[in-house]
């Protein structure tokens, strides 16, 4: 059975795979846009993280023909009222790394003492011939005033979870990808691609 997750993202790519290698039943390709290098680009413009990746997951499946998943996710900051939210990706403008996007996160909580965050993240599976199914995962913790770490990508040096004194960044992969808000959501996409009428 071949799975497209859209994305062009290896991490993401290596997340999924590790997970779907750790279950019964038929062997699953995943199979990542850099194989479809004429892939459609998708405008992510909904108003919900669902909605992004629910439009991520059409649009792919529709050009591949096969069953596609697609995951939105994002930062939500309570001093911020949720910003960047499912603006994270964007927030400091189209091109900016992470190193900029981190900045800008601490610029706008200085002097913040209630620095309550989480992460957020949506997944869609579609089948060409079907509307799309749809989970979402959150992970609770807080923002530190400076990053720390090396490991992960995006808001991770400066987010620690709940019931951890590291952050993402520090903590790595093997456990990033066992509590995070996407491990969450994975695991009960995994649920839902066994549930549907095109089983795995």
Not at 12 to 31: C, D, S
Not at 108 to 135: M, Q, S
Not at 151 to 165: C, I, K
């Amino acid at each position: 059975m071949k799975l497209v997750l859209a994305t062009h993202n290896q991490g993401k790519v290596r997340e999924l795979t590790q997970l779907l290698h750790n279950r019964a039943g038929e062997p699953v390709e995943v199979i990542s846009l850099q194989n479809y290098p004429n892939a459609p680009e998708v405008v992510e413009d909904r108003q919900t993280y669902r909605g992004n990746a629910a439009k991520k997951a059409s649009v792919i499946a529709k050009y591949t023909g096969l069953l596609t998943l697609a995951d939105d996710a994002g930062l939500e900051v309570d001093a911020l009222k949720g910003a960047p939210g499912i603006h994270s990706k964007r927030w400091a403008g189209e091109d900016a790394t992470d190193a900029i996007r981190i900045a800008k996160l601490l610029k706008a909580l200085e002097g913040v003492t209630d620095r309550r965050a989480r992460f957020v993240a949506a997944i869609a599976v579609v089948h060409p011939d079907a509307n799309p199914e749809g989970v979402q995962g959150v992970c609770e913790g807080h923002i530190l005033h400076t990053p720390r770490g090396e490991s992960g990508f995006g808001y991770d040096p400066v987010f620690v979870p709940d019931g951890y004194e590291q952050t993402f960044a520090e903590l790595g992969e093997n456990i990033k990808n066992k509590i995070s808000h996407r491990a969450k959501a994975l695991q009960q996409a995994l649920a839902l691609l066994s549930s549907l009428t095109y089983n795995l």
